[in-house]
């Protein structure tokens, strides 16, 4: 048994999370480190709480498939992994299903669950690539090189299909794609974060109370004849359902996208790979999102119960991070794993998370990458970065980790 006086050695010597990257498209070298020696070590977050980091593959499962760890972020000991995380235990009405744990939490999802399907995805490819290939096909013909491929494409994207699966004009999606952006950007105080949140939300519930009076074929009106009027889901609930599902499918697929693309732009082997045989495509997308983990902080639980998770107890009220990134690094589970290779089987890869709050969206969001790269392939042969990988824009200070633009050439 340790004394006292180790134990706080110990605790003393818990490094600062998150670490600094070294390589801007790999995981901080810590976390490897980190994963080839105890199930979980401690580590201090920005506050000077000290909580549980989990690195190892089969570590991350075990914790998100089990229920005595909670996604509430009002459990004790449950880490706020920014400032700005704080907004929701201040705040919990504005909390979305993915901070509840169940009942609660499967009663909300399951109301989506249709929506989100695979076949659901699959039926977006023709409209998908119609827009692709119009906005490409305008770049294009402007004459103009380079392109920024963020700004001309993985932004308006994933911005547009979350408009018309809502029903929303045109004329709204800057205002979405502003406000959707300060939410998951860490360089916003959390005053400038709730602002932002408090005009989403009511701009989000003038269109449910629009759809409440007319509902038209959009999923917001789906919602509200099936679940509102029938009185299984208040406006309370379904203005943060959606404000999550525009905020989740604008930030995540722009910034895995862009990542996606930068890897095209950078490995002669993969756009070769692809070129050669476009069947490849799905499973070069499963790759390329376990290769960025775009979540690049991970996810945050605290423990209801003592759990031993191999040779570490965590014990109830304790916190728990675990590092999506660094389980998809597992040469365990995924050998050279600091390899891109399209040919690889990762479809055990972390980055939509597991257990029952894995992403919902998934499917459309590897539907959109697929289509995006495809379109990229196509029309804009031999794309190759037009400013030196040095000069890239990382985007470090949001939790999805991308690129802030990607100048190319072809």
Known sequence: MQNDAALRGERAAAPSYPMPRVSPVDPPPQLAALRAGRAASRVTLWDGSE??????????????????????????????????????????????????????????????????????????????????????GGLVAAGEKPVDLVAGLTIPVPSRVIALLFGVGEDRRDFIEGRSAILIDRGYTPDQ????????????????????????????????????????????????????????????TTSQASLSLLSLATDPGL?????????????????????????????????????????????????????????????RVFPAPDTLDPHRDARRHLAFGHGIHQCLGQWLAKVEIEEMLAAVLRRLPGVRLAVPFEELDFRHEVSSYGLGALPVTW
């Open 271 to 331: 756009a070769d790979a692809l070129t050669k045989d476009e069947s490849l495509l799905p499973k070069a997308v499963e790759e390329l999102l376990r290769f960025h983990s775009i979540v690049q902080n991970g996810l945050a639980r605290a423990a209801i119960e003592d759990v031993q998770l191999d040779d570490v107890t965590i014990k109830a009220g304790e916190g728990v991070v675990l590092s999506l990134s660094a389980g998809n690094r597992d040469e």
């Open 51 to 136: 909580v549980w980091l989990v690195t190892s593959h089969a570590g991350v499962r075990a914790v998100l498939g089990d229920r005595r760890f909670t996604a509430v972020t009002s459990a004790p000991g449950f880490p706020m992994l920014t400032r700005t995380s704080q907004l929701v235990r201040a705040a919990p009405h504005t909390a979305s299903f993915i901070r509840m744990d169940d009942p609660d939490h499967s009663r909300l999802r399951s109301m989506l669950t249709r929506d989100f399907l695979a076949r659901r995805a699959e039926d977006m490819r023709p409209v998908l690539r119609e827009l692709l290939d119009d906005m490409l």
């Open 193 to 252: 974060v709730a602002a932002a949140r408090d005009e989403l939300d009511g701009f989000l519930r003038e269109l449910v109370e629009s759809r409440v009076a007319d509902p038209g074929t959009d999923l917001v009106s789906r919602l509200v004849t099936d679940q509102v009027r029938p009185g299984r889901l208040s406006v309370e609930e379904l203005v943060p359902m959606c404000r999550l599902l525009l905020v989740a499918g604008h930030g995540t």
